[in-house]
């Protein structure tokens, strides 16, 4: 008996079941392409603006550069073109007081930052969810499937192994699924967390850097003027 023809005998509930989960492992499977994909870029995007920055390039024209081309998957980017976008400004008052520069700063950063985490932890909420919720449904899909051989089981006259062993696949069926919708969607959520936790670390790191550098770059103009 083949596993199309043990969904195709099924009950509609279980059937419906079998559709939710489907459509469940099919829409996670799409987000785990599409997170892996912006997570890898988003890596090597900041890897290779870490390098810039460190190259000893003058910092306005660093800034210059990743305004007239900037990339959507740069977070580090985001939060180099914000910080330091806030600091010139802040700084063209010749009376501007330094503390009040630098928190200005450093608040542009805290907001791109969060707007980055936002960014990065798009659609894991959904492959948590899938994850933890599959199996339960594809275990609602089997009780009902069991409760209809029973039931069926009530009319014969005779209980064989024959009889029974139908409708227990196809309710298995339904488990299957659920634990095939739930697997790839629970390490997935889990590589990517890590993942997006190792990102903003760096991000944060970055920040702390790039704020040292402008808070000297700040005090050396009090110094001088």
């Known amino acids: 008996m083949s596993i199309w023809s043990l969904i195709a005998g099924a009950s509609w509930i279980v059937q419906l079941v079998m559709l939710i989960l489907l459509l469940a492992s099919i829409v996670s499977w799409v987000m785990i392409l599409q997170r892996g994909f912006l997570l890898s870029n988003t890596k090597r995007s900041a890897i290779a603006f870490e390098d810039r920055f460190w190259s000893g390039m003058d910092l306005s024209k660093l800034f210059?550069?990743?305004?007239?081309e900037p990339d959507?998957?740069?977070?580090?980017?985001?939060?180099?073109?914000?910080?330091?976008?806030?600091?010139?400004?802040?700084?063209?008052?010749?009376?501007?007081d330094p503390d009040a520069v630098m928190e200005g700063t450093q608040r542009a950063m805290r907001v791109a930052l969060a707007r980055e985490q936002e960014r990065l932890e798009q659609n894991l909420p959904f492959l948590a969810t899938v994850g933890s919720i599959s199996p339960y449904i594809g275990l609602f899909g089997t009780v009902i499937g069991i409760m209809n051989s029973f039931r069926?089981?009530?009319?014969?006259?005779?209980?064989?192994?024959?009889?029974?062993a139908p409708g227990i696949s196809?309710?298995?069926?339904?488990?299957?699924?659920?634990?095939?919708?739930?697997?790839?969607?629970?390490?997935?959520?889990?590589?990517?967390?890590?993942?997006?936790?190792?990102?903003?670390?760096?991000?944060?790191?970055?920040?702390?850097?790039?704020?040292?550098?402008?808070?000297?770059?700040?005090?050396?103009?009090?110094?001088?003027?």
Do not use: W
């Open 72 to 96: 959507p998957d740069n977070g580090m980017e985001h939060l180099f073109r914000a910080g330091f976008k806030e600091f010139t400004r802040l700084r063209q008052d010749s009376n501007a």
């Open 64 to 68: 210059r550069q990743v305004t007239s």
């Open 152 to 164: 069926g089981l009530a009319n014969q006259t005779q209980a064989t192994l024959a009889t029974v």
């Open 170 to 225: 196809e309710a298995l069926v339904a488990t299957a699924m659920g634990l095939l919708a739930a697997i790839p969607a629970v390490v997935a959520y889990n590589k990517y967390s890590a993942k997006v936790d190792q990102l903003l670390n760096s991000y944060d790191t970055f920040s702390d850097e790039f704020s040292s550098i402008l808070h000297r770059k700040v005090h050396t103009r009090i110094k001088q003027g």
